[in-house]
């Protein structure tokens, strides 16, 4: 079973960076990936990045490209997404998923994940 929990989010001024960390406190599946979705109130959840084991490949919302990275530190298990030059469009609560595909390559879109973690908050302020 996979258990995915989320840290690192926290309030963030306009231009600032942060970095999450999703860690899975469960078992590896194989050909398993991880992605990062958020979802601000009022509105759809929104796939943000997602990376295929071992780097192999990544995926970013366009919305993000070139300001969010998405890594792997695999000393413990964690996959953590580096925001950077925030904006208050970037604000909700973000969540990682865990998604499977036996051939190396990953979409954002929810209906392919089928664990979640339970979301970290990260509001930006104008």
């Known amino acids: 079973e996979v258990q995915l929990v989320e840290s690192g989010g926290a309030s963030v001024e306009t231009g600032g960076s942060l970095r999450l960390s999703c860690r899975n406190y469960?078992?590896?599946?194989?050909?398993?990936?991880i992605g990062w979705f958020r979802q601000a109130p009022g509105k759809e959840r929104e796939g943000v990045a997602c990376?295929?084991?071992?780097?192999?490949?990544?995926t970013y919302a366009d919305s993000v490209k070139g300001r969010f990275t998405i890594s792997t530190n695999s000393s413990d298990n964690t996959v953590e997404l580096l925001m950077n030059d925030l904006q208050p469009e970037d604000s909700g609560l973000y969540y990682c998923?865990?998604?499977?595909?036996?051939?190396?390559?990953?979409?954002?879109?929810?209906?392919?994940?089928?664990?979640w973690g339970q979301g970290t908050q990260v509001p930006v302020s104008a």
């Open positions: 998923a865990a998604g499977i595909d036996s051939r190396p390559r990953c979409f954002l879109e929810w209906g392919r994940f089928f664990s």
């Open positions: 990376r295929y084991s071992g780097g192999i490949r990544t």
């Open positions: 469960g078992s590896t599946i194989e050909d398993m990936y």
